[in-house]
C-alpha cells in the first residue's frame, strides 16, 4: 500500500480538523433563527419528512463552530463521515480533478445549507472542496451519531419473528457477501446505492430493513420513512430468513 506524502496528511487530516478548533457556538447564538436551520435541513432527501418532534433534537446534537475566513469545511477526495449545516457566512465549492488546468467553481453560498450529506450514504471521500469565503458559523454531526439518534425513537423497529413478507419486502442493506445463506431471497442493496434503490422501489409496500448491525437497518429504514414508506428496522436482522 503506497505511503500518504506529508502534503497529502496535512490536506486529509489536519486542515479538514481546523475548522473545529474555532469558538463552539450554539443554535440560540449563532445569528440564525431556529426555524431557518430546520427549513433548511429540510429541503434535503434525508431529512425532507422528519417528524417534528426529531427537529430540536437533531439540531442540538449537532456541534457549532465559529469558522473564520478561508477555513477549509471539507476538501475533495479527504475522508469524510459528517453531514455540515453552513449557518451563516459566505462558502464556494469548487471541484478540482486530474485534467482540469484550475478549480472549476460550482457555487457560491450565502444562505443556510447542507453539505456533504452523501457521506451519510457511505460515500467516503468528499467529490468537492467546500471553502468560506467569509467568516461563518457550521454545525456539523458525524454519520454513526445521526444513526444512533435514529435508532433510539425515529424509526419503528419490530423483531425477527414479526416480519410478515406477505405484506412486505425484505431488504438486506449491505454487500451481497456478507448477507446471510438463509437470506438468499432477499434484496440486496449497497449503502452506497440504497438512495437509489428507495426511488425505484414501490410505496405500496411494506419494508423491512436487515444488516450485520442494528444501527444501519435504523438509518435505512429511517431513509425509506423519508420518502413515505411503511418501512421498520429488524433488530438482528442477520437472523431473518427469506422464508419467514
Known sequence: MRRMTTSEMFRTFIAPRRLMRGAAITVENCGVSRASLVATLRRTELLCNMPESMEDVLLDTMVG???R???VLFREGARGDSLVLKAAGMARIVQLRSGLPAARVLATLSDPAVLGQEAFYGVDKRSVTVRMLTEGTVFHIRRSVFADLVSDGFV????VDEVRLD???LVWVGEAKTRPRAMQGAHCVSIEHLKRFVREVSVKEAI???ARDDTTAAFSAFLFSQRGFRAMAVRQGRKVSSSV
Open 156 to 159: 419503528t423497529w419490530c423483531d
Open 65 to 67: 463552530r465559529r469558522v
Open 167 to 169: 405484506e412486505g419486502k
Open 69 to 71: 475566513e478561508g477555513a
Open 208 to 210: 423491512y430493513c436487515c
